[in-house]
């Protein structure tokens, strides 16, 4: 089947649904590294993608804004950046698969029982959650701004840039 829009699991609703021994068949998580770029380096400036909305962001959609932020980010600073995911997707998304097309009407049940299948996984993210960090240096601040700029475009809740720097 396809994947189904972020608008269908955007919205936070219902009870939290974590427990993955209790399940079976649940999907991986799709990010593959939460931290990119110089690991071991001392950078002074954080610059932090924080949501204005509570939301839950799937996990492609947080992979895809990771790898937009360090395409900019490696094409501008090189080696003079780390970038960190903040949040780990333990939400998991259900779904229940109807069958269509013609003579469906035969072999499904409806509603009956639609408790769903896992299909993917999300984070819970509250008003002011930060989901990504680039930590870099004075020198390229302006270039950690465009990468999460870029990368902002990938979510499905409005965000906002807030700057740190170390005193």
Do not use: W
């Not at 610059?47 to 996990?59: I, K, N, W």
């Amino acid at each position: 089947m396809t994947r189904k829009p972020a608008r269908m699991y955007r919205k936070v609703e219902g009870q939290v649904y974590t427990r993955r021994e209790y399940m079976g068949g649940v999907p991986n998580c799709r990010i593959s590294q939460f931290d990119t770029g110089n690991l071991h380096g001392e950078f002074p400036v954080a610059l932090s993608l924080g949501t204005e909305e509570a939301a839950q962001v799937r996990d492609i959609a947080l992979e895809a804004a990771r790898i937009s932020a360090v395409r900019v980010m490696e094409k501008a600073a090189l080696n003079e950046y780390h970038l960190k995911v903040r949040r780990y997707p333990h939400q998991i998304l259900r779904e229940h698969k109807m069958a269509m097309g013609a003579g469906a009407d035969r072999i499904s049940d409806g509603m009956r029982a639609a408790f769903g299948k896992p299909v993917g996984h999300a984070v819970r993210a509250e008003i002011g959650s930060e989901l990504l960090t680039v930590y870099t240096t004075e020198a390229h601040v302006e270039d950690a701004k465009e990468a999460l700029r870029k990368a902002s475009h990938k979510l499905p809740c409005p965000t906002r840039v807030v700057v740190t720097r170390a005193s």
